[in-house]
């Protein structure tokens, strides 16, 4: 329950953290996600070629969006 993944209007971006049917309400992270060192928070980042998005320990990069 780290990030997640959304497609808007043919753009890709990430959030930190996930909607809980159970209380209705968006939980974040423990760890946070970031995007190029920038903090993706609930309202989240746009995701490009190249970037560096890290969750909590781990460290991806995005190869092609």
């Given at each position: 329950?780290?990030?997640?993944?959304?497609?808007?209007?043919?753009?890709?971006?990430?959030?930190?953290?996930?909607?809980?049917?159970?209380?209705?309400?968006w939980?974040?992270?423990?760890?946070?996600?970031?995007?190029?060192?920038?903090?993706?928070?609930?309202?989240?980042?746009?995701?490009?070629?190249?970037?560096?998005?890290?969750?909590?320990?781990?460290?991806l990069?995005?190869?092609?969006?």
């Open positions: 329950q780290h990030a997640t993944l959304e497609r808007h209007q043919h753009k890709w971006f990430i959030r930190d953290g996930q909607w809980q049917e159970k209380s209705g309400k939980e974040k992270s423990k760890n946070g996600t970031f995007v190029n060192g920038l903090e993706a928070g609930p309202w989240g980042l746009p995701l490009h070629t190249g970037g560096i998005i890290t969750i909590g320990n781990t460290t990069k995005a190869i092609a969006f």
